[in-house]
Each structure stands twice: as C-alpha cells, then as structure tokens.
T-cell receptor, first 110, second 114 residues
Framework: QKEVEQNSGPLSVPEGAIASLNCTYS??????FFWYRQYSGKSPELIMF????GDKEDGRFTAQLNKASQYVSLLIRDSQPSDSATYLC??????????FGKGTLLTVNP | ETGVTQSPTHLIKTRGQQVTLRCSSQ?????VSWYQQALGQGPQFIFQ???????GRGNFPPRFSGLQFPNYSSELNVNALELDDSALYLC?????????????FGSGTRLTIV
C-alpha cells in the first residue's frame, strides 16, 4: 500500500460547484497533514494544514481529518476556474519529512 | 521577508556530468529539505538539513548529496547524472524541523538530462 493515496482524477466540476478531494494514508503515526496546490510548471503552494480531528475552514476551503479512518479531505466551495490545478496531499510523521501523494488534477469549467 | 529562492531555474546536462543546485531559505527558517518531482508525480523527499546537519534521507543513492551553510542556505549535488534524474527539483524551508505549519517551497530548478 502506498503511503499516501489520492483519488485518481482527473476531477472536473462546473464553476460554482463544490470540489471534493480525498486522501488516505497508511502510517497511523502521521502527525500533520497538508494540502498543496500546484499550477502546471510551478512549485507547490500551501493551502491548508490540519493536525486535529475534525474540520478546519479557511475561506472557500475546508480540510477534514479523521485519524481513525486515516482519511483527510479538502472541500473547495464555489469553485472558480482559477482553482484549476493539481492538488497534492502531504503529511509528516516523527521523521519530519513531507510525504506526498501523486496529486489530483482538478479542472473547473466556466 | 524574502521567500525561498532557487537557482538556476533551468539546466540542461548530459549523462555522467555533475550538477549543483542552490537554495536560499526563507528568512528565519533553519530547516531545508530537497525534493525531486518527476513529471506527473508528487514530490519525493531526497533529504533534509537542520542547522547544517543532515537529519533525514529518502530513498536516493549516495550520488545525491547536500550541504547546508551557516546562513541556512543549501546546495544539492548530483554526480554521475542519469536520464532518470530529469525532474523538477524543489527546495523547501520551514521554521523548525518537524514543523506543523508546513514548508515553503521555492520555484524549483527544472533539470533536463540528455
């Protein structure tokens, strides 16, 4: 089993809809969880981090973490064409390194 | 406050050559990590430096080596370049090792091996 798995995508949603991105992980010792956005040819940009079970909201973005199910998700409300990018789920554990999933390509159609 | 800067932005090398990539961490950040991102993949951890010491390494061969300097800037050196080394190399800095607040990435160096 891969350490971090993301829904395969690509994901396509109409403008104004909710985009749901999902991620599961294998290491129960994982401590902190991150969502990065990466535009084509650019470097990853941190959107949100979460380390406690539950929801964390920041503007149109909500991260959800369920450590019992080893599941983390990102919801994007009122999706905009500018949200079109690859979304990377990442985590850190006791060894401090960031472990990334493969990413999910999101396209928001006008 | 300056962000993470990397140089060069693009580089073309031939197989067997050696390359040095450079990174200046964000002001106040003492931890620097390097990642390799192949096309269509997520970034893969190469190694991390904290206060000039390597304190974590991914599954990369010894021909990948690095340094961190007293000002917390860093270098990634790759010897005996192979075609599979073609990738985007990312440097990330954080306020402290094991940061719960995420890592700030530089814009990356696109390395092409021909």
């Amino acid at each position: 089993q891969k350490e971090v798995e993301q829904n395969s995508g690509p994901l396509s949603v109409p403008e104004g809809a909710i985009a749901s991105l999902n991620c599961t992980y294998s290491d129960r010792g994982s401590q902190s969880f991150f969502w990065y956005r990466q535009y084509s040819g650019k470097s990853p940009e941190l959107i949100m981090f979460i380390y406690s079970n539950g929801d964390k909201e920041d503007g149109r973005f909500t991260a959800q973490l369920n450590k019992a199910s080893q599941y983390v998700s990102l919801l994007i409300r009122d999706s905009q064409p500018s949200d079109s990018a690859t979304y990377l789920c990442a985590l850190t554990g006791s060894n401090y390194k960031l472990t990334f999933g493969k990413g999910t390509l999101l396209t928001v159609n006008p | 406050e300056t962000g993470v800067t990397q140089s060069p932005t693009h580089l073309i090398k031939t197989r067997g050559q050696q390359v040095t990539l450079r990174c200046s961490s964000q002001s106040g950040h003492n931890t620097v990590s390097w990642y390799q991102q192949a096309l269509g993949q997520g970034p893969q951890f190469i190694f991390q430096y904290y206060r000039e010491e390597e304190n974590g390494r991914g599954n990369f061969p010894p021909r990948f080596s690095g340094l961190q300097f007293p000002n917390y800037s860093s270098e990634l050196n790759v010897n005996a370049l192979e075609l599979d080394d073609s990738a985007l190399y990312l440097c990330a800095s954080s306020l402290r090792q094991g940061s719960n607040y995420g890592y700030t990435f530089g814009s990356g160096t696109r390395l092409t091996i021909v």
